[in-house]
């Protein structure tokens, strides 16, 4: 008699471990169902996102430059001969720019705001000016986090040669550069005949030209 | 009668639950989906608060995003509800360290919140109110009584079902 009281209550306990299991098994399902996936969504977007920004960098895109002028603190100022240069091209090979037409010379940055605006609406006018010749500049280009010089260029399908500046922005150095986009008018004598840092505006440029071809 | 009120305010309580998830998800998905793809704006506009180290801005830039429109997703289909919830105001809370540092600092900066930022006017009082207040609703989505009308509910109708 006292056997089977225990036989009883031993099943009675065996089956109260069974649902207390299978009450620990269902919780730990729902645990992973309701933080486990949804974890492992955002983790792997972080993931996808630091994989694919990650080869993004490329390498510093910086070239070989050669110029005529020494670093300087200032901009150039009207009438003061541009210094001759040549660089690296963004493509491959060589850019380089020296006195003999009207010349419009614009040095940018990838990272810069105004930039991504005036460098393209620069880019759109040069089919207008077909005399001018027009060259930018890329530099400080790891300066600070921004889109590649390649990409940019390539997302805005621009046309006009880019010139790399080394990692010391020797380029810009030359060319006094102080503030991003730095924009020059140079006359067929390799005079300044403008110059315009920041934000100028496509009329105000396309005037600029006008006069700059004019004359 | 006392059942009767219970039930009611039961009713209320699940429906301010589905109209907070609804409203946080909507705008989770639509700050997302506003910022998708804009890659160069998204890392000028993390940049612009200068309190990120550099290596990291790129890489928060292309996935933030995404993460804004899984969760906002997540929300507004009622799936991973809690989890969703406490992600949001993780983040809503990151959101509102950055905007109050910016507007302490005088930074002159675009919130970037629904788009792209960088340089602008500065982090308005509205741009942390509103962040405040979605942290708020946040809170009620994580702790009201959750809505039956969300896929996790039927999930767990249907598994339920099956148990039984």
């Keep these: 008699m006292a056997e089977r009281t225990m036989t009883k209550k031993e099943r009675r306990e065996a089956a109260r471990a069974a649902r207390l299991e299978a009450q620990k098994r269902a919780r730990r399902k729902r645990l992973i169902r309701s933080w486990g996936i949804p974890l492992a969504v955002i983790a792997a977007i972080a993931l996808v996102a630091f994989i694919t920004t990650m080869g993004d960098d490329g390498g510093p895109e910086v070239g070989e430059v050669e110029v005529s002028g020494p670093a300087r603190q200032a901009a150039l100022e009207t009438g003061e001969p541009f210094p001759e240069f040549s660089a690296t091209e963004l493509e491959g090979g060589e850019v380089s720019w020296a006195p003999g037409g009207p010349s419009l010379i614009a040095i940018w940055a990838p990272w810069c705001p105004i930039c991504q605006e005036e460098i393209p609406m620069i880019d759109g006018l040069a089919p207008d000016f077909p005399e001018v010749e027009m060259v930018t500049v890329a530099t400080a280009v790891d300066d600070r986090p921004g889109p590649t010089v390649s990409g940019f260029a390539e997302d805005e399908g621009l046309s006009l040669p880019i010139a790399l500046d080394d990692e010391a922005g020797t380029l810009a150095r030359a060319m006094g550069i102080r503030g991003f986009p730095t924009v020059y008018l140079v006359d067929a004598e390799g005079a300044v005949v403008a110059a315009a840092e920041g934000q100028v505006g496509e009329e105000a440029l396309r005037e600029a030209l006008d006069q700059l071809t004019a004359g | ?164």
């Design chain 2, 1 to 164: 009668m006392a059942v009767a009120t219970m039930r009611a305010q039961g009713r209320v309580l699940r429906l301010l639950h589905l109209a907070s998830r609804l409203a946080l998800g909507g705008l989770l998905l639509w700050a997302g989906l506003a910022k998708v793809g804009d890659l160069q704006g998204m890392t000028l506009s993390i940049d612009s608060y200068q309190i990120l180290p550099e290596w990291s801005v790129r890489p928060l830039a292309a996935a933030l995003p995404w993460i804004e429109v899984a969760l906002g997703a997540f929300l507004v289909l009622g799936l991973f509800v809690r989890f969703s919830a406490v992600a949001s105001g993780v983040l809503l809370v990151g959101f509102l360290i950055g905007m109050a540092q910016a507007k302490a600092r005088g930074l002159a900066i675009d919130c970037g919140c629904f788009g792209a930022g960088g340089p602008g006017e500065g982090v308005s009082w509205f741009d942390i109110l509103r962040d405040v207040a979605l942290i708020g609703v946040a809170g009620l989505v994580l702790l009201l009584p959750r809505d039956p009308w969300g896929l996790d509910a039927r999930m767990d109708r249907l598994q339920h079902g099956e148990e039984t």
